[in-house]
T-cell receptor, first 113, second 114 residues
Framework: NAGVTQTPKFRILKIGQSMTLQCAQDMNHNYMYWYRQDPGMGLKLIYYSVGAGITDKGEVPNGYNVSRSTTEDFPLRLELAAPSQTSVYFC????????????FGPGTRLTVL | GENVEQHPSTLSVQEGDSAVIKCTYSDSASNYFPWYKQELGKGPQLIIDIRSNVGEKKDQRIAVTLNKTAKHFSLHITETQPEDSAVYFCAASSLGAGSYQLTFGKGTKLSVIP
């Protein structure tokens, strides 16, 4: 099992460009999360999903969009990229309701210039 | 919302010594407190967690203590080894609709000197 996979690993964007960060899991987990990690800071929750077709905002959702059409995939869309979105992005999954461990992917390092 | 403060930001210890990292939280409704280890270039990985109905939990060389009255919890690593060198994050959350919306501290970079 691959667990949680994220693509791409690295990306450089120009201001105003758009892109989609991909997250896929083969753990059959209902819950999925997107976090961003800025240098010297902890992770901040962007969006999360409790199952296919259901998404909700986290602490820092502005400038991002998500969709969850399948259990396996949870893409994060950046529209009109800004330098403030330069960060490392992590996707995570969680199993059944009440199970607490979140499993993180390897991350995508995004630079907006 | 929840706010989690973590100290120290960096910690250097000699191999074999103990390391202690402390966190405080603000929301008395929080009932779940995990600790994550992040190695360079990787995603965080859960190393231990504690729920609010427990005061202490231990797993081999790692232990976590929780003081709900004071709203603080701590990670204790004994007999440290070079492979313990990493960034450690504490987090706090309350369970909502089956999901945990974690609020993380800013992290502690632990260096174990051989």
């Amino acid at each position: 099992n691959a667990g949680v996979t994220q693509t791409p690993k690295f990306r450089i964007l120009k201001i105003g460009q758009s892109m989609t960060l991909q997250c896929a899991q083969d753990m059959n987990h209902n819950y999925m999360y997107w976090y961003r990690q800025d240098p010297g800071m902890g992770l901040k929750l962007i969006y999360y999903s409790v199952g296919a077709g259901i998404t909700d905002k986290g602490e820092v959702p502005n400038g991002y969009n998500v969709s969850r059409s399948t259990t396996e995939d949870f893409p994060l869309r950046l529209e009109l990229a800004a330098p403030s979105q330069t960060s490392v992005y992590f996707c995570a999954t969680q199993g059944l309701a009440g199970e607490s461990e979140q499993f993180f992917g390897p991350g995508t390092r995004l630079t907006v210039l | 919302g929840e706010n989690v403060e973590q100290h120290p930001s960096t910690l250097s210890v000699q191999e074999g010594d103990s390391a202690v990292i402390k966190c405080t939280y603000s929301d008395s409704a929080s009932n779940y407190f995990p600790w994550y280890k992040q190695e360079l270039g990787k995603g965080p990985q859960l190393i231990i967690d504690i729920r609010s109905n427990v005061g202490e939990k231990k797993d081999q060389r790692i232990a976590v203590t929780l003081n709900k009255t004071a709203k603080h919890f701590s990670l204790h690593i004994t007999e440290t080894q070079p492979e313990d060198s990493a960034v450690y994050f504490c987090a706090a959350s309350s369970l909502g609709a089956g999901s945990y919306q974690l609020t993380f501290g800013k992290g502690t970079k632990l260096s174990v000197i051989p």
